[in-house]
């Protein structure tokens, strides 16, 4: 018989831990032994008068903005944590059946991200959500240190790290050490906010509304946090505000980066403000070692070299950075002693 390994329960199959990156935007699932094995848009689509489940994740946000009066398009998350307790609750056990397929009747045990600072009631909605999507036990960590075990940081000895997860509803600003936040915030801004930004821009400038996933698409094309490397090009199409009636704009690289300053300065304020707070040994190892960028986020083009040239201290993307949070959940259950001391569950 093959030797158990100390601190594991022979209860949990290989296949039957699930950790997951409860995001705004998008929900990753990491599946002990493969890795990270599905990621889709955290959207629902619900029929309007009888909640019929119609659509999860990529199916459901192709219609946002596209329904009939009689579907509605829902993102049951905001700025990290639960909005709608129930379509959350649906989205859950769609996203964790879809993850056990083919595997018989799996009860998993479930660990899921949550932000910094979320309450106690918030942390008992997302384990309660998790426990009747058909988690057989579930626990919570705060997101930055999930992205930092996902980062590859080694959050558990006794030097100072810091991480900035930049994710869809929330940036996460935190410093770790002994694998706890030693000092941390919690921004409301995220890659959400930089779309309603270029949103903003548009209807100001050109009297032009467009959608969130125009916005989007803007960002990531031609989006830079800095002054643009390339002189590019992007056409936003929308809905002149003066006529009704459809119209399209060619807008510049540097007309979007002037659009995202609001919300780039506001992430460099909350980074300052939590390294003022940092202990004197602290920040020495942070001087030496940087910061590590995590969340979708951290893919803004040249957001690394603002941060870098504000701060004055190095600073690294992630490899994967959207996978960080997901990757750190599963690491995490990988290392049951260590995941019970930075773990939360009810």
């Known amino acids: 018989m093959a030797n158990k390994k100390p601190g594991f329960s022979l209860k949990f199959g290989i296949n039957k831990d699930i950790g997951i ?117 579930a626990f919570v960590i705060e997101e930055p240190v999930a992205a930092a075990i996902g980062a590859g940081i080694r959050v558990y000895e006794p030097v100072g790290n810091m991480i900035v997860d930049i994710g869809g509803g929330t940036t996460e600003v935190a410093i770790i050490s002994l694998g706890g936040v030693v000092v941390g915030k919690s921004l409301r801004v995220g890659g959400d906010e930089m779309n309603q930004a270029i949103i903003r821009y548009m209807k100001r400038k050109y009297n032009l509304e467009v959608g969130d996933r125009t916005a989007e698409q803007a960002k990531i094309q031609i989006g830079y946090a800095t002054e643009p490397n390339r002189n590019e090009k992007f056409l936003i199409r929308g ?10 704009i060619e807008v510049s690289a540097e007309e979007i980066s002037e659009a995202l300053s609001e919300p780039c300065n506001s992430i460099i304020e909350t980074i300052r403000s939590t390294l003022e707070k940092s202990p004197p040994e602290i920040a020495a190892d942070i001087m030496e070692t940087g910061m590590v960028l995590a969340g979708g986020g951290a893919l803004l083009k040249n957001i690394d070299l603002l941060i870098s040239k504000v701060t004055d201290m190095p600073v690294h993307i992630a490899d994967d950075p959207l996978a960080c949070v997901a990757k750190g959940t599963g690491q995490a259950l990988e290392r049951i002693n260590l995941l019970k001391r930075i773990a939360i569950s009810y």
């Open 21 to 137: 990156d409860l995001g705004t935007a998008n929900t990753l699932v990491f599946l002990k032994g493969k890795g990270v094995v599905l990621t889709e848009p955290s959207v629902v689509a619900i029929h309007a008068h009888t909640n019929e489940l119609l659509a999860v994740g990529d199916e459901a946000k192709a219609m946002i903005g596209k329904t009939p009066s009689n579907i509605i398009a829902i993102r049951p998350l905001k700025d990290g944590v639960i909005a709608d307790f129930n379509i959350t609750k649906m989205m859950l056990k769609y996203f964790i059946s879809k993850t056990l397929k083919g595997m018989g009747f799996v009860r998993p045990r479930v660990l899921i991200g949550v932000p910094l600072g979320i309450t106690q009631v918030e942390s008992r909605a997302v384990i309660e959500a998790a426990i009747q999507a058909g988690a057989k036990e």
């Open 239 to 248: 809905r002149n505000l003066a006529t009704g009636l459809p119209n399209s």
